[in-house]
T-cell receptor, first 111, second 114 residues
Framework: SQQGEEDPQALSIQEGENATMNCSYK?????LQWYRQNSGRGLVHLIL?????REKHSGRLRVTLDTSKKSSSLLITASRAADTASYFCATPTGANSKLTFGKGITLSVRP | DARVTQTPRHKVTEMGQEVTMRCQPILGHNTVFWYRQTMMQGLELLAYFRNRAPLDDSGMPKDRFSAEMPDATLATLKIQPSEPRDSAVYFCASGQLGGNTEAFFGQGTRLTVV
């Protein structure tokens, strides 16, 4: 079964707007990771937030983590057409860091 | 830049044929994952290795799929015999997992079984 589940499944916004994506997970975690996948390409790691962190920033990305609700959110500020991609969350689970992904969120940023 | 390399990038084969996909993980990474991506199922974990030892292959159809790491620089995923339902993009990823680090993905092998 998948550990991370993203929502919404799809999101369409205008360039310049902010995009907020959510991820829920089931079991306790050491960290939560967000990845981006451009069409026809492999996944690229965006940001990792540790279980003892509540918020983390990287450029236009802001990630929050609420371990009491077992959820995380990814905010992309001032979106650009180049942000159009699928976004996934993942958490390594178990002693062997099994890394599973949700079905992802398809983000479309209209120019 | 260090990167995960997968070959071939594209493969078209006839049903019943054997398919072998190869992955060169990033040197020094202790964990290698194999994933399959389809529109319907999303990104499924097929198998993964730690220090070349298989840890979990429960996501893999055992009757036709096999995954190995003959050495630290090569991971293989084999399908024999292939079926049309195996058509998908197969990704390899590697990482120095066990701590708070991420996985690095290859560009994938797009497999079409006709």
């Amino acid at each position: 079964s998948q550990q991370g589940e993203e929502d919404p499944q799809a999101l369409s916004i205008q360039e310049g707007e902010n995009a907020t994506m959510n991820c829920s997970y089931k079991t306790s975690i050491n960290n939560l990771q967000w990845y981006r996948q451009n069409s026809g390409r492999g996944l690229v790691h965006l940001i990792l937030i540790r279980s003892n962190e509540r918020e983390k920033h990287s450029g236009r990305l802001r990630v929050t983590l609420d371990t009491s609700k077992k959820s995380s959110s990814l905010l992309i500020t001032a979106s650009r057409a180049a942000d159009t991609a699928s976004y996934f969350c993942a958490t390594p689970t178990g002693a062997n860091s099994k890394l599973t992904f949700g079905k992802g969120i398809t983000l479309s940023v209209r120019p | 830049d260090a990167r995960v390399t997968q070959t071939p990038r594209h493969k078209v084969t006839e049903m019943g044929q054997e398919v072998t996909m190869r992955c060169q993980p990033i040197l020094g990474h202790n964990t290698v994952f194999w994933y399959r991506q389809t529109m319907m199922q999303g990104l499924e974990l097929l198998a993964y290795f730690r220090n070349r030892a298989p840890l979990d292959d429960s996501g893999m159809p055992k009757d036709r799929f096999s995954a190995e790491m003959p050495d630290a620089t090569l991971a293989t995923l084999k399908i024999q015999p292939s079926e049309p339902r195996d058509s998908a993009v197969y990704f390899c990823a590697s990482g120095q997992l066990g701590g708070n680090t991420e996985a690095f993905f290859g560009q994938g092998t797009r497999l079409t079984v006709v």
